[in-house]
């Protein structure tokens, strides 16, 4: 038996998210990919299974994907992060405002992905359809750059505070080298940042060693499970910014 189709797919119009999100997670690459300081990293995996009931939206004139969000991985040591983040977040705007947003969001060339999901009760009444617009409304491209990292002291896999480390400081540094932090009026469309820091704990000293050791250690089972966890609160963060109606989050 195939998904049942919620009924707004069939209506005349198919509402749409008012933004667009670039989700990176940034932390350390393999043999740290498990440790403390790439929480950001497994929350991310943690949150992607999440993503497609809440925009299970595609294009109508292929099948490449989401349209109003794009998962990355940053492959960087977490000091390094700014570069390649800024490279790929370059590259996803340019690609989404012209071929995304022009060609298929604002000429109504959206339809809903099939997936098990519709068997939920919840997809009588999607969220897309509650809270999106016509996309032939839209008028400006409003992209939302997504970091999730790590925060060192926030109780463990709590949604934490947005202090900054030295990997958003690279990837700060980065945005404002090009121009693209702060956000400029008048620039691209209505370009934000929203930090989203998970609490990985904190060692019982703050001297630089026992830092370095406790943020390089491999998490613990229940440590990981904390931190997958906090997928959920987060997911309705970014759906809450997805439907957002300008200014900053």
Request: net charge positive; proline share 10%.
């Amino acid at each position: 038996m195939s998904p049942a189709t919620p009924p707004s797919s069939t209506s005349l119009t198919l509402k749409t998210p008012r933004r667009f999100l670039f989700i990176a997670s940034i932390g350390n690459p393999r043999p740290y990919r498990q440790t403390r300081h790439s929480a950001g990293h497994i929350l991310l995996e943690a949150l992607t299974p999440l993503l497609p009931a809440r925009a299970p939206l595609v294009s109508s004139l292929s099948s490449n994907g989401p349209l109003f969000y794009k998962t990355w991985h940053s492959p960087s040591y977490m000091n390094e992060s700014g570069p390649k983040l800024l490279r790929q977040f370059q590259s996803w705007l340019s690609s989404t405002q012209t071929e995304t947003f022009k060609s298929v969001v604002q000429r109504g060339h959206v339809r809903v992905v099939a997936t098990p999901e519709r068997q939920h009760p919840e997809w009588q009444h999607p969220e897309w359809q509650i809270r999106g617009v016509d996309p032939v409304s839209l008028r400006q491209f409003s992209p939302t750059l997504v970091i999730l990292h790590d925060e060192l002291e926030a109780p463990l896999g709590k949604k934490a505070s947005l202090r900054g480390h030295r990997g958003l400081i690279s990837a700060f540094e980065s945005l404002r080298g090009k121009g693209l932090y702060p956000p400029k009026k008048g620039g691209l469309g209505d370009l934000s940042v929203l930090r989203i820091g998970v609490g990985i704990g904190r060692p019982e000293t703050r001297n630089r060693g026992d830092v370095a050791d406790y943020v390089l250690a491999e998490m613990s089972p229940a440590e990981l499970a904390a931190v997958r966890a906090a997928a959920v609160p987060v997911m309705e963060a970014l759906a809450d910014e997805l439907y957002r109606e300008g200014g900053e989050p």
